[in-house]
Every structure is written in C-alpha cells, then in structure tokens.
C-alpha cells in the first residue's frame, strides 16, 4: 500500500513496534520531546547518551516521563557520537539520533572506516514533505549531506531515494532532475548532468523509477506549468522524487517548502549499516531549528526503514 500521508506513516511504524533508537547528546529538549511521544505512542524504544545531569534537567523542562529512562553518561559529545555508533554495529539499536552535536561529528563516526557503520555505497539525505492540498508525498534528495555531488554520486543519489519511496509503496517512482533551464546549456552544469542521468536510467542504471531532466521545479510538480509549457516529459507536473544540484539548492528548497508553503517534514540519512548482520541503520540529524514535530516524524520514518533491504 502506498503511504500518501504523514498519519499513515505513522501507523505503519506502530505496526511494526518498538524500534531501538539511540540518541547522540540526548540534552536536546526538541529531541527528547520527540522521543517521549514516539515511545509513549511505541514507535521507538530510546537510548539516551550524553551528560546525565543535563539530559535529567531537560527531561524535567519537556514533562518527560524520566521514571525508567536509559541513560548512558557521557559528557563528551564526540565519545558520545563513537558510543552510539558502536550501539548500532553491534546491533544494539537499529536508529541513530543526533542531539546536541554537530552533524559533521556524529556522521564522521559514522563513516569512520574502522569504528562505523559506513555501508558499500554513498550516505545520503532523504527528506519527506507532505504539503496542502496535495495528493502524494514529494520526496527530496539530497539537502543534508554531499555537497556538490558529481554525475555518479547523483547516480546513486538518486538510487538511495528511489529504494526509500519503493519502501513506502510507491511501484515506479516519477523521479524530476532539477535545474534551472529544460533545455541542455552548457553553462549550467545541473543542466548537462540531468541529461546524462536520464540516459543512463533509460539504460538500466535505476530500476524501478521513471526518471527524466533537465526539469524545472515548476514543471516537475505543477500540471498547470507543465499543459502552458506544453512539455513533452512523460513526468511533468507528476512528479514523486525531485532531485537537486547541490545541498545549497536543496536546503533552499526544503526550507522553503517548510516556512512558505507550510509543509511538514520528516527527513533521516540512508546508506549506513550495521556490521552485525548487515541491518540498515537510519541515521537522523533533524537541524536545531526542526521542530520536535518534525523529529517525531523522523523517527517513524526511521522506524520503517530500520533494519530494511535498501541500498549501502
């Protein structure tokens, strides 16, 4: 079935139950707020590692439940990013959380060759946006994590989110390559990458997804823009999966689909894994600025996909 909306995703992660989730420099209060109401709701069952008596003063500000709450004490974030990591390569837990760390910290034990749980391919972000009066979910990549990705690592860009929406019940994804002019320039590189991208999907490079561009945004997703343009692209104005440039442009547009447009968000890192038996390991790294909303549809987004078959 596929998943349309948030409240759906939702309910699909009740169903599966409780996933372990592990939390990097748990004294967040945005973070904790969305781990109590995922466990409560049991979507998640939580691991908190950081400095106990800011976690426990935290815990006390948000109203959470602190009677039973696992706490591991570890002051320093880094040792703290290294101990959750090293939960997950063990199998301890199947998600983890960034608190209050820098992401780059958190995703360099990750990607640490010897202590992490890099997988065989590229790590790379995967936003969800349900916005007003659509009919389907829009997913986004990438907007957190390779910042100017060349051809193949769009490739795989591309690759990484098309397993994701095939996961939430989408059979052929629609998948717009963005970029700021339809026809091939030569001076707009996105432009010429789109196009290499889309003959190398026509030969069997993405399974499972109809990819094409150059495309505009508006195009991609406006029906309207695509009948006045009268464009020939068999995806335009349906599109499911809009790949960006860069990380610049896809923050830009993220962050305006969230303060413009008034969407929600749920968005995580695909691509790690667990050593112990290979399970995919969402990696969530939710912005300061995210809402603790937000973060709670992260983690029933990354209790879906834990422990799933999806590319790394």
């Known amino acids: 079935m596929e998943i349309t909306r948030f409240d759906e995703m939702v309910a699909a992660a009740v169903q599966v139950g409780p996933v372990a989730v592990a939390v990097a420099a748990a004294h967040d209060p945005e973070v904790l707020r969305a781990v109590d109401r995922a466990q409560r709701e049991g979507n998640v069952r939580e691991n908190l590692v ?3 008596t800011a976690i426990e003063e ?11 709450m696992a706490v591991i004490h570890e002051p320093d974030t880094r040792l ?13 837990t199947g998600v983890v959380v960034k608190g209050q760390i820098k992401t780059a910290d958190l995703l360099g034990q990750v990607l640490n060759r010897e202590v992490g749980i890099r997988g065989r391919g590229l790590l790379s972000h995967v936003g969800i ?36 929406a095939r996961f939430f019940g989408l059979a052929e994804p629609k998948v717009a390559i963005l970029a700021a002019s339809e026809p091939v320039h030569p ?8 196009l ?15 990819v094409d561009g150059p495309l505009g945004l508006e195009l991609a997703i406006s029906p309207r823009a695509a009948a006045v343009e009268e464009s020939d692209s068999p995806i335009a104005g349906l599109a499911d999966v809009l790949i960006v440039p860069n ?6 547009v993220a962050k305006g689909l969230l303060y413009f447009a008034h969407a929600r968000m749920a968005g995580l890192v695909v691509g790690a894994r667990s050593p112990a038996g290979g399970a995919q390991v969402p990696v969530v790294i939710s912005s300061r600025a995210d809402s603790a909303e937000t973060r709670y549809l992260s983690l029933a987004m990354a209790a879906l996909l834990a422990n799933r078959p999806l590319p790394g």
């Open 129 to 164: 946006f349900e916005l007003p009066g659509m009919d389907r979910l829009i997913y986004l990549s990438d907007s957190g994590v390779v910042v100017y990705p060349d051809v193949y690592q769009k490739l795989e860009i591309i690759n990484n989110v098309v397993a994701v």
């Open 50 to 52: 950081g400095d106990w």
């Open 247 to 252: 990380v610049e442009a896809g923050n830009i």
């Open 187 to 194: 001076k707009i590189p996105a432009s010429i990458d789109a």
């Open 196 to 210: 290499a991208l889309s003959k190398m999907a026509e030969q069997g490079w993405v399974e499972g997804a109809l």
């Open 80 to 92: 703290a990013a290294r101990r959750v990591v090293g939960m997950a390569r063990e199998g301890e």
């Open 58 to 68: 935290d815990a006390e500000q948000t109203g959470k439940e602190q009677a039973g």
